[in-house]
């Protein structure tokens, strides 16, 4: 029956419970087909499609528990690639129905990362005040599992938003929220939807925060704080991390011309043309703007002729 399962081999399911006395006409009612549909599915036919009703069997309750955890990791990865196709919308509802699954599980660390992932769809679309209250959102659940980790990831990408809302007080302090966090978690024994925020990714949000208060012209932007985060956290990053990488290049590239150092900025821009060939995310590709803007108001025809390249980028 394992086997039979495993391959998807649904008339040898049915063969085998008719075998132990199971009749037609219950296997029809647990499967919710005509019982002539199951004489067809016994004499051959083949099942091109089926749904999978494991939610209304018969469960211990901690089963049922770890089926809707799996559920909701999974719809929320699918939510995650979505969201880096460009699939809005089929990530909007992969993501309403990870919470939903979570909050079933009773597992508020998991709610606590398919939210954080919502505000970042909200963030990514430019909705930053829909990001933010996502965000907070997210802390409640976070604080509800006791779990240090998935509060320093709400609390860094709190402070991101409100950075791109230019209100520095605000920003800074979810900064330091976050790395106070950071340092008390213990990511040898966070649950795996959260043990990917490493030092790495808190120097990376830290750069994104003073990149963002720069471009809202904001009193606290620390160009200088922005540019040894984004380095050092590049620095990190090796080689099966090319969308990280590719973010945190144009990052640091747009910090570096934003702060009138070409030298430096425009070989990191030619990098991030390098990489963008080789990826096929609509995320890294919508993350070019701000460095192309940046190209254009840099003065000489290598900036110039960097900004049409990255620009027929996104065009493809």
Known sequence: MRRALAARDLAQVFRLLRKVGVSQRAIAAATGLAPSEVYEILRGRRVMAYEVRLLHAEATHALRRQLHITLADLHNLAGWTSLD???????RRHFAEAITQARQAGEPSLLANVIYRTGRLHLHRGLTVHALRFFQLGQIAARDAADPLAVAVLSANEAWAYGMLGDSAQAVGCLHR???EHARAEPAT???????FGPADLDASTGMVHLGL?????PAADLSTAR???TASLAARGSDMARSRAFELTALATVCLRDHDPGEGIPLA???AELVGELRSVRVIDRL???IDQLAATPGTDAAGL???LSAAGAR
């Not at 966070?190 to 990917?196: N, T, Y």
Request: charged share 25%.
């Open 228 to 230: 040894e985060t984004l």
């Open 289 to 291: 703007a701000p460095l």
């Open 307 to 309: 900004a049409r390249q």
């Open 214 to 218: 720069a471009a809202a012209d904001a």
């Open 270 to 272: 030619r990098q991030v």
């Open 85 to 91: 196709v460009g699939l809005y919308r089929p990530a």
């Open 178 to 180: 976050a790395r106070e």
């Open 190 to 196: 966070a649950a795996p939807w959260v043990r990917f």
